[in-house]
């Protein structure tokens, strides 16, 4: 049984910084990509952030560029998704997601979603208060 299992989400001022982990269980971690995604009240679930199998490739949407970074620790089955100069807009429910179709990551794959990512979490609440 496939367990994702986000963490670290919680309350920040604007311009502060939150560093959200994803635990993976159940499969074989370094075979997937991973991704980010997030929704915000009354929105779509949108893409921000993937990483390749061995962390070669990564793309970010353009909202959060040069703000968050990815990485990945394959030893310990864990996905990072550091986000430095928050901001209220950057609210939202963040979900960590693994990539069932290939091992790359790619910027279209963030506007794909569930077409690329078959392993979600729950998510993890972060608010950025201005």
């Known amino acids: 049984q496939v367990q994702v299992v986000e963490s670290g989400g919680g309350v920040v001022q604007a311009g502060g910084s939150l560093r959200l982990s994803c635990t993976v269980s159940g499969l074989r971690f370094d075979d997937y990509a991973m991704g980010w995604f997030r929704q915000a009240p009354g929105k779509e679930r949108e893409g921000v952030s993937c990483?390749?199998?061995?962390?070669?490739?990564?793309a970010y949407a353009d909202s959060v560029k040069g703000r968050f970074t990815i990485s990945r620790d394959n030893a310990n089955n864990t996905l990072y998704l550091q986000m430095n100069s928050l901001k209220p807009e950057d609210t939202a429910i963040y979900y960590c997601?693994?990539?069932?179709?290939?091992?790359?990551?790619?910027?279209?794959?963030?506007?794909?979603?569930?077409?690329?990512?078959?392993?979600w979490g729950q998510g993890t609440q972060v608010t950025v208060s201005s």
């Open positions: 997601a693994a990539n069932t179709y290939y091992t790359d990551c790619k910027a279209y794959d963030l506007r794909l979603g569930r077409e690329r990512f078959g392993y």
């Open positions: 990483i390749s199998w061995r962390s070669v490739s990564t």
